[in-house]
């Protein structure tokens, strides 16, 4: 059994590879069963769409890999806390669980809304925050350069 760690990490990785795409660095994952069925990163410049955020690019994923637009026993994975228009979409997935990495102190979900969530979203949060706020950082600091 993989930790919660784990797939964070692999979600790090998907936002490190967002940060050398110039999208800022958020990268999400969808496990179900131990397994990751979904993964999505920040696409909005690339795709020239405000919505391709990395939680709504895994969620799209994950329905269409498993055939169903409710997410109930999947755990998404975000290194970063889901803006409102991104916790709205797991409210609809129905999201079985929520893990995230780094709180989102200007546009999280949490600072508007924190019962946006569907009520069966059992929620973990700080899972490699620390990390996740370095790539953060890191990338705000060089775009100001």
């Not at 930790?3 to 998907?14: K, Q």
Request: hydrophobic share 45%; with cysteine.
């Amino acid at each position: 059994m993989f930790s919660d760690e784990y797939f964070m990490d692999i979600a790090l990785g998907l936002a490190e590879e967002a940060a050398e795409d110039g999208e800022i660095p958020v990268g999400a994952v969808v496990v179900c069963q131990n397994r990751i069925i979904a993964k999505g990163r920040n696409q909005t410049e690339q795709l020239t769409d405000v919505t391709a955020h990395a939680e709504l690019m895994a969620i799209t994923a994950a329905a269409q890999y498993l055939g169903a637009k409710y997410l109930s026993d999947c755990t998404l994975y975000v290194t970063l806390e889901p803006c409102v228009m991104c916790a709205g979409a797991l409210f609809w997935a129905q999201v079985g669980r929520l893990v995230i990495g780094a709180p989102d102190a200007k546009r999280g979900y949490s600072r508007i809304n924190p019962s946006l969530l569907h009520p069966k979203t059992r929620l973990e949060t700080g899972i490699l925050a620390s990390e996740s706020q370095a790539l953060l950082a890191k990338f705000f600091r060089r775009l100001r350069t």
